[in-house]
């Protein structure tokens, strides 16, 4: 795959447009960003605050949704005791502006070019740059299988519940909950575990993508690798 | 789990900003043989230690250093590989 250009170097003016719940401490946040080049499903922002004495804090958030003109979605959620996402994900007011660098990185990317079954792997808020990977592929209509492994802490903590509680062609969602389950859920709580994995395509021919916490990452990593997927086939975004 | 260096480690797609402004091409693409243990990983690939002193990125196979970049206001210091010596560049003014 050729590099996208990265002319991403800019830092543009964004405005808070919209703000809407996930979860308890997730939020789906909306920006107008003047003349945004558009991006792929996988890319991140860089976004840059700036406080009255000057001092700056940059943290990553990745793009949730192919973007609609200038406007773009990100998923925040907020991180205990955490110096930025606290306050993107519930005090930044509407109307109010930060800095975006972007949209960055061509490694952790898929587009609807990109042959074969994909299967993605979300832990917690892991989900936001895997869902808009799920989005491109329902706009695209591609017919390629594709299974969703999506790990929350419990039904509460599901991102994007409505949307994934209504599986496109040949899309199965697989919720796998480590702390409570609903009633009737015929797996037992805890984290992904080989057992997990049983009924996804062939290794080899399935592109895997894993984002998440550093531990889910590294953890669902190796267990693809025993189960046979090929590094060269499994992208990893951590989140720290 | 913020002590354990490991639980805070990110991955080379976490570059892609720091570095946008001295690449005309996405970085995180770029392929790099590892010249200690021969494993060729893209720098979205490395495993990215930080962001204090800097941003550390290390071959995925045996951790040598791969690149180390430096954030100070208004410059980008890059060491590539292990070898001493890194180059400075000059970033455009803020809000430019
Ligand atoms: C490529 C990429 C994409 C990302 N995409 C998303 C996304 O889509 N959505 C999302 O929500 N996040 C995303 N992240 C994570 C995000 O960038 C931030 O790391 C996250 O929001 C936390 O930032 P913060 O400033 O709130 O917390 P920080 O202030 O950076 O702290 C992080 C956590 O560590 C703890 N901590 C920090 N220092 C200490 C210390 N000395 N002792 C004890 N505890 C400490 C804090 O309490 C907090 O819980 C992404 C990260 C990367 C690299
Ligand atoms: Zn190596």
């Given at each position: 795959?050729?590099?996208?250009?990265?002319?991403?170097?800019?830092?543009?003016?964004?405005?808070?447009?919209?703000?809407?719940?996930?979860?308890?401490?997730?939020?789906?946040?909306r920006?107008?960003?003047?003349?945004?080049?558009g991006?792929?499903?996988?890319?991140?922002?860089?976004?840059r605050?700036?406080?009255?004495?000057?001092?700056?804090?940059?943290?990553?958030?990745?793009?949730?949704?192919?973007?609609?003109?200038?406007?773009?979605?990100?998923?925040?959620?907020?991180?205990?005791?955490?110096?930025?996402?606290?306050?993107?994900?519930?005090?930044?007011?509407?109307?109010?502006?930060?800095?975006?660098?972007?949209?960055?990185?061509?490694?952790?990317?898929?587009?609807?070019?990109?042959?074969?079954?994909?299967?993605?792997?979300?832990?917690?808020?892991?989900?936001?740059?895997?869902?808009?990977?799920?989005?491109?592929?329902?706009?695209?209509?591609?017919?390629?299988?594709?299974?969703?492994?999506?790990?929350?802490?419990?039904?509460?903590?599901?991102?994007?519940?409505?949307?994934?509680?209504d599986?496109?062609?040949?899309?199965?969602?697989?919720?796998?909950y480590?702390?409570?389950?609903?009633?009737?859920d015929?797996?037992?709580?805890?984290?992904?575990?080989?057992?997990?994995?049983?009924?996804?395509?062939?290794?080899?021919?399935?592109?895997?993508?894993?984002?998440?916490?550093?531990?889910?990452?590294?953890?669902?990593?190796?267990?693809?690798?025993?189960?046979?997927?090929?590094?060269?086939?499994?992208?990893?975004?951590r989140?720290? | 789990?913020?002590?354990?260096?490991?639980?805070?480690?990110?991955?080379?797609?976490?570059?892609?900003?720091?570095?946008?402004?001295?690449?005309?091409?996405?970085?995180?693409?770029?392929?790099?043989?590892?010249?200690?243990?021969?494993?060729?990983?893209?720098?979205?690939?490395?495993?990215?230690?930080?962001?204090?002193?800097?941003?550390?990125?290390r071959?995925?196979?045996?951790?040598?250093?791969?690149?180390?970049a430096?954030?100070?206001?208004?410059?980008?210091?890059?060491?590539?590989?292990?070898?001493?010596?890194?180059?400075?560049?000059?970033?455009p003014?803020?809000?430019?």
């Amino acid at each position: 795959m050729p590099s996208p250009p990265s002319g991403a170097s800019a830092w543009r003016t964004a405005r808070l447009l919209s703000r809407e719940p996930q979860i308890s401490t997730g939020r789906t946040l909306r920006f107008t960003v003047p003349d945004w080049p558009g991006h792929l499903a996988g890319q991140h922002v860089d976004v840059r605050l700036t406080a009255d004495d000057g001092y700056q804090a940059v943290r990553s958030y990745s793009l949730a949704a192919p973007a609609e003109g200038d406007t773009v979605e990100l998923g925040v959620q907020a991180a205990p005791d955490g110096e930025v996402s606290p306050y993107l994900a519930d005090v930044l007011p509407i109307g109010a502006e930060v800095e975006i660098q972007g949209p960055l990185g061509g490694w952790f990317i898929w587009t609807p070019r990109d042959a074969g079954p994909l299967l993605l792997f979300a832990g917690g808020c892991g989900i936001v740059p895997l869902m808009a990977m799920l989005r491109a592929r329902r706009a695209a209509g591609s017919a390629e299988p594709c299974t969703l492994l999506y790990s929350a802490r419990s039904p509460d903590e599901v991102w994007y519940a409505r949307e994934l509680a209504d599986p496109g062609p040949a899309e199965e969602i697989r919720l796998i909950y480590t702390r409570q389950a609903p009633p009737g859920d015929p797996r037992t709580t805890g984290r992904v575990g080989a057992q997990d994995l049983a009924g996804l395509p062939e290794p080899g021919s399935a592109r895997c993508y894993v984002c998440g916490p550093t531990g889910f990452v590294e953890h669902v990593a190796d267990l693809l690798q025993t189960a046979g997927h090929p590094r060269e086939l499994i992208r990893t975004e951590r989140f720290g | 789990m913020p002590h354990d260096p490991a639980a805070f480690r990110l991955d080379g797609n976490a570059l892609a900003g720091p570095l946008a402004p001295v690449f005309a091409l996405d970085p995180t693409t770029a392929l790099r043989v590892c010249p200690a243990c021969r494993m060729q990983a893209t720098v979205g690939e490395l495993h990215v230690y930080g962001p204090e002193p800097g941003l550390t990125a290390r071959c995925p196979g045996c951790s040598q250093l791969a690149l180390r970049a430096v954030q100070q206001p208004g410059h980008l210091w890059l060491q590539l590989g292990t070898g001493q010596g890194a180059f400075r560049f000059t970033l455009p003014a803020a809000g430019g």
